[in-house]
């Protein structure tokens, strides 16, 4: 098995003067086998939640245009004008194929014809193609430096996390822009310039973060609120863990957004209420087909560890080292 930057899932902190028991961790029902391949990268990642809040139709078609464009097609089987509009939305691109999101266009005049969606390219397709393997390549290593197939969902979380946490900045010039109504140009912003710039505002941290933990197996979505102090959105991440729902905030977490990393990490809907006005999980284009599909997040499990700093874990005592 190879060496990691992150050997294991880490956890410490809790104020205490000696080694302390973790809270019991959520497992994959069934478990998990021990192995030391690589993943490999999956064309189609969502999260699971918002497949069965906007149903099959808009996913399947959405995974027949990510298919046409791997291969440099410039159709896709589509049923309806609604869905072809979904799929170029900005949501879906953006966050689960994020070379497209600014790479390509919606033609709103001549885009669909009668079951046939048609894609238009910003640059030539032999280009859009090597990108996208390029992106691949580049978030498959991020994946396999950072996380073994051996590890539990929450394990995955916490690499992942303090890869981010770790790696990426916030982009304040950004910010600033979309403040002040100037904003940055297409190919200034969006996942996939975060990805390789390595820097972003919350809605590009939250989906670098999400597209990695899809892509390692772990149901991530992304969550959005109206901050109460000040008249700007935010936006956080949605895991599911054994079918029990968590917060977790990549930007807020960043060095200079909190004094302890594990603040933001695994929290309830009642520990992020009061900082909120709204809190809600995103919509593309337009309202959920299924409007009761649970998105709670009300476990503390994980409370103990909020203002603790992630230092070391042992896998086999479930142990964590606390200062």
């Given at each position: 098995m190879r060496v990691k930057a992150i050997v294991t899932a880490v956890l410490c902190g809790i104020l205490l003067t000696a080694c302390a028991k973790l809270p019991e961790l959520p497992t994959l029902p069934g478990g998990l086998e021990i192995s030391s391949e690589d993943f490999s990268f999956n064309p189609h990642v969502c999260s699971k939640k918002l497949y069965e809040a906007y149903g099959p139709e808009e996913w399947e078609t959405f995974f027949k245009l990510i298919d046409a464009l791997r291969k440099g097609e410039d159709t896709f089987e589509c049923p309806s004008r609604e869905i072809y509009e979904w799929c170029f939305s900005g949501g879906p691109l953006?966050?689960?194929?994020?070379?497209?999101?600014?790479?390509?266009?919606m033609d709103f005049?001549?885009?669909y014809t009668e079951g046939v969606g048609h894609i238009t390219y910003l640059i030539p397709?032999?280009?859009?193609?090597?990108?996208?393997?390029?992106?691949?390549?580049m978030v498959m290593k991020i994946v396999n430096d950072n996380v073994d197939k051996d590890y539990t969902d929450f394990e995955k979380c916490i690499a992942l996390y303090e890869y981010i946490?770790?790696?990426y900045v916030y982009d304040y010039d950004e910010a600033k822009a979309n403040e002040s109504g100037d904003f940055y140009t297409t190919w200034d912003c969006g996942t996939y310039r975060t990805f390789l710039d390595k820097k972003g505002v919350c809605n590009e941290l939250s989906n670098v973060y999400n597209y990695l933990l899809l892509q390692c197996g772990v149901e991530a979505a992304k969550y959005e609120g109206w901050v109460n102090t000040e008249p700007v959105g935010h936006a956080w991440s949605y895991v599911t863990l054994d079918g029990v729902g968590y917060f977790i905030d990549p930007t807020w977490g960043l060095p200079d957004q909190t004094d302890s990393d594990l603040q933001y990490f695994m929290i309830t809907s009642d520990e992020r209420d009061p900082d909120f006005d709204v809190m809600e999980p995103e919509i593309y284009y337009y309202d959920f087909q299924k409007k009761d599909v649970d998105f709670t997040a009300k476990d503390n499990r994980f409370a103990a560890l909020h203002r603790g700093e992630f230092i070391s874990f042992d896998k086999k005592?479930?142990?964590c080292i606390t200062r």
């Amino acid at each position: 098995m190879r060496v990691k930057a992150i050997v294991t899932a880490v956890l410490c902190g809790i104020l205490l003067t000696a080694c302390a028991k973790l809270p019991e961790l959520p497992t994959l029902p069934g478990g998990l086998e021990i192995s030391s391949e690589d993943f490999s990268f999956n064309p189609h990642v969502c999260s699971k939640k918002l497949y069965e809040a906007y149903g099959p139709e808009e996913w399947e078609t959405f995974f027949k245009l990510i298919d046409a464009l791997r291969k440099g097609e410039d159709t896709f089987e589509c049923p309806s004008r609604e869905i072809y509009e979904w799929c170029f939305s900005g949501g879906p691109l953006d966050e689960l194929f994020p070379v497209g999101r600014y790479n390509l266009e919606m033609d709103f005049e001549n885009g669909y014809t009668e079951g046939v969606g048609h894609i238009t390219y910003l640059i030539p397709k032999d280009e859009f193609m090597k990108k996208q393997k390029a992106f691949e390549k580049m978030v498959m290593k991020i994946v396999n430096d950072n996380v073994d197939k051996d590890y539990t969902d929450f394990e995955k979380c916490i690499a992942l996390y303090e890869y981010i946490i770790n790696n990426y900045v916030y982009d304040y010039d950004e910010a600033k822009a979309n403040e002040s109504g100037d904003f940055y140009t297409t190919w200034d912003c969006g996942t996939y310039r975060t990805f390789l710039d390595k820097k972003g505002v919350c809605n590009e941290l939250s989906n670098v973060y999400n597209y990695l933990l899809l892509q390692c197996g772990v149901e991530a979505a992304k969550y959005e609120g109206w901050v109460n102090t000040e008249p700007v959105g935010h936006a956080w991440s949605y895991v599911t863990l054994d079918g029990v729902g968590y917060f977790i905030d990549p930007t807020w977490g960043l060095p200079d957004q909190t004094d302890s990393d594990l603040q933001y990490f695994m929290i309830t809907s009642d520990e992020r209420d009061p900082d909120f006005d709204v809190m809600e999980p995103e919509i593309y284009y337009y309202d959920f087909q299924k409007k009761d599909v649970d998105f709670t997040a009300k476990d503390n499990r994980f409370a103990a560890l909020h203002r603790g700093e992630f230092i070391s874990f042992d896998k086999k005592k479930r142990s964590c080292i606390t200062r």
